[in-house]
């Protein structure tokens, strides 16, 4: 899609982001019916302990102070998912290693759906999912979601064989901890490499 600045009026930070979770938790927790309750608390353990631990590789550092094209990131996201609580402290990092270059825009699924629906995974509205864009022309260069590739491949495997969701969480969530952010660091590198000069 093509995205306007109007559309950036309802993106939040990352930090005002993960204080939303952190607020939703909060106000919702000893609600019955807010059914993600674990899930978010879990998933903010989780971004707390990589942004503690990640280092972003050397080629990826390489490849982010070599961007010759100015960047906006465009994440869709909520707190309850896991995958997002794997990816996103990685793609902030990202973004704070730009010295400037990337601009990272949060939009919460649930309250954009209009522009999640352009962006489903096998009919789905998986998230996250992270949208590359040219910042000065809002021009779409990439799009990277809902998980690393292995992972995705796994997920499909499991769904194919009707896993409960509590099986797709350990599985998934077990290969994330043994990749240790290698994959997510290097498909993004990828997505990056095409707009770094060369000189």
Request: glycine letters at 4%; aromatic letters at 8%.
């Amino acid at each position: 899609m093509q995205f306007t600045q109007d559309h950036f009026a309802k993106a939040i930070s990352y930090s005002e982001y993960r204080k939303h979770t952190e607020d939703q938790l909060n106000t919702l927790g000893e609600d019955p019916a807010y059914k993600f309750k674990d899930y978010a608390k879990l998933n903010l353990e989780r971004i707390k302990r990589l942004e503690k631990s990640v280092e972003l590789s050397d080629i990826l550092k390489s490849t982010i102070q070599k961007l010759s094209t100015p960047l906006v990131l465009v994440i869709l996201s909520e707190g309850w998912c896991g995958d997002a609580a794997q990816s996103l402290t990685i793609i902030e990092k990202i973004g704070a290693a730009s010295n400037g270059k990337i601009d990272l825009k949060v939009f919460l699924r649930d309250s954009n759906l209009d522009i999640m629906d352009q962006y489903l995974t096998n009919g789905g509205r998986s998230i996250p999912i992270l949208i590359g864009l040219d910042k000065e022309t809002l021009k779409e260069l990439f799009v990277w979601g809902p998980r690393p590739k292995a992972s995705q491949l796994i997920m499909d495997q499991l769904k194919a064989e009707n896993a409960s969701m509590e099986r797709k969480i350990e599985v998934v969530h077990a290969w994330y901890e043994n990749d240790k952010t290698e994959s997510i660091q290097q498909e993004i590198n990828e997505l990056l490499v095409p707009y770094i000069s060369v000189n």
